[in-house]
């Protein structure tokens, strides 16, 4: 194991640095900027862990528990830790998987492009998200991969690399289901490759494995009447409308966007230099790596021409071809920072600063003139922004309420949607120990349905605060003039960035629950 992660003197320092310098980025960043919608909702995951969830496996959750001391450090960093040191082992790996496909220059090259990405560095580096494990396993199993398909194996090492490949692969798929790609490449690059391979054993052990690392999630589907399944199948639907061209080219944008545009074109002239080599050029890396990375690009750009795609499901694929640019770029100069790569590393550098001081400061005013309710409806930086000065305003409002008799310490936090409630449940309800509960349907409550029962339920006669915003305003009465007797606008909380009101939230009082709601989780009984 030494021996193949051996660096040599030479690149040892200057890949030390990258790591110690990025991590050290990512960090300040983790704790700095307030967590996002997705972020504080995955934040149940590890509030109420599962076996699996209603929209993904359980691994991030299982993530922030470990990272996390299951809570004991319980703020923006603690639970964001995970993503932080899951993106520096990521740059190790690609270092050593370009090592492997040609030398260390490859493979230094290979850790600035993804220390370049856009979506490695931030979305999955600094954010709390399920990308970020599926990432670690991702790149751990094509290392793992790469290692197998390297000439020389011999059948002692492959029968300890496949029941590990298995492990990660199986891993890989309960943090994000889209991860089965790494089993179709590599069964694919077998299939046209190493057939030999179909009669060995611990091939066959290996994809046991993956399949006993999925037992958790479909016995919790198998509890829940394959709720999660029937879900992400409605998400990737093309059968709802024609061909829509917007949302091909907001897809190919994303993509982009989201890999750093300058990456994004190394990429794809790494692959082209790839498939126009001969077969007695292209090695068994550069076969294996293709197979892995363009069926999911591909797969989601077909969908796109159908419906709305997020362009971050490409994610692991282009983390996966960036090996390709990196060999590529490598032309045996001993240029340690080509042209390219210092745009793109540029470009990165920008993105991160500019886009935490934008969402701290406001530095581009958006003037957005909306009517008082909307304020800042249009500007998607204050979705970071504006929780953490919520809370002590609307503690003084709470104990105004109760002091007045109107409400009670034990009266709960209502929303409609998993966001902002989710929102609502970290940065308020946590710190004041208020229950939030959802009353809705649960294509919009999510987790929230479980949660609901875990805490409790709800019960005739019930009070509730709705906390609303005007990022995205919605007037209680409109939701549920039927189900309470009350509903009394309390106060209004503004919230001010660099001096200038940003966003408000409206506190109202739902008085005496006279309904109660549906419990789904009778419906989803086997």
Not at 163 to 173: Q, R
Not at 234 to 242: A, L, P, T
Not at 438 to 454: A, D, F, Q, T
């Amino acid at each position: 194991m030494t021996r193949i992660l051996f660096v040599s003197p030479y690149y040892r320092l200057k890949l030390g640095l990258l790591l110690v310098l990025s991590f050290v980025f990512r960090s300040f960043l983790a704790f700095w900027l307030e967590l996002g919608n997705d972020e504080v909702y995955y934040y149940t995951y590890a509030l109420f862990p599962d076996l699996s969830h209603f929209d993904h496996p359980p691994m991030i959750g299982w993530a922030m528990q470990l990272f996390s001391l299951n809570l004991r450090f319980d703020n923006e960093l603690a639970l964001r830790f995970s993503s932080v040191v899951f993106m520096t082992i990521n740059t190790f790996l690609i270092f050593q998987m370009g090592k492997i496909l040609r030398s260390e220059r490859s493979g230094w090259f290979a850790a600035l492009l993804y220390t370049s990405s856009i979506y490695a560095f931030i979305i999955t580096g600094v954010f709390i998200l399920p990308d970020a494990p599926q990432s670690f396993f991702w790149m751990l199993s094509l290392w793992l991969m790469l290692l197998a398909v390297k000439e020389g194996q011999n059948e002692g090492q492959l029968r300890l690399l496949f029941p590990l490949i298995g492990l990660s692969i199986g891993l890989a798929m309960i943090s994000k289901y889209t991860s089965v790609f790494l089993w179709f490449g590599f069964g694919l690059y077998i299939l046209l490759f190493r057939r030999h391979w179909l009669s060995k054993p611990s091939l066959y052990l290996s994809i046991l494995i993956s399949a006993l690392c999925l037992t958790p999630v479909l016995l919790w589907n198998i509890q829940n009447n394959f709720i999660s399944f029937s879900f992400h199948g409605q998400r990737v639907n093309i059968f709802e409308g024609g061909i829509r061209p917007s949302t091909f080219l907001t897809e190919i944008a994303g993509e982009i966007l989201y890999n750093n545009p300058v990456v994004f074109v190394l990429v794809w002239i790494g692959v082209a230099t790839a498939l126009r080599q001969n077969k007695t050029e292209k090695s068994a890396g550069t076969r294996l790596l293709l197979l892995i990375g363009l069926p999911l690009i591909g797969l989601f750009l077909f969908f796109s021409l159908f419906r709305a795609t997020l362009p971050h499901w490409t994610g692991p694929a282009y983390n996966t071809l960036l090996l390709l640019a990196a060999t590529a770029l490598d032309n045996g100069r001993r240029k340690l920072f080509p042209k390219p790569i210092i745009v793109a590393l540029s470009l990165i550098l920008i993105v991160a600063v500019a886009g935490s001081a934008q969402i701290k400061f406001a530095l581009i005013p958006m003037n957005d003139k909306q009517p008082y309710q909307h304020l800042g409806k249009n500007d998607v930086t204050l979705d970071m922004f504006g929780w953490r000065a919520l809370e002590p305003r609307f503690k003084e409002i709470r104990a105004e309420k109760i002091k007045q008799g109107l409400m009670q310490p034990q009266d709960g936090i209502l929303g409609d949607n998993w966001f902002p409630l989710a929102n609502l449940d970290y940065y308020v309800g946590r710190p004041l120990s208020i229950k939030s509960f959802g009353m809705g349907s649960p294509e919009r409550l999510h987790k929230y349905v479980w949660i609901n029962v875990l805490r409790g339920g709800f019960h005739e006669g019930d009070n509730f605060w709705y906390i609303t915003n005007s990022r995205d305003y919605k007037n209680p009465a409109e939701l549920y003039f039927d189900d309470f007797d009350q509903i009394i606008p309390a106060d209004t909380i503004e919230i001010s960035r660099s001096g200038k009101p940003a966003k408000r939230y409206f506190v109202f009082l739902l008085k005496g629950l006279k309904r109660l709601p549906p419990n789904y989780l009778d419906s989803l009984a086997p």
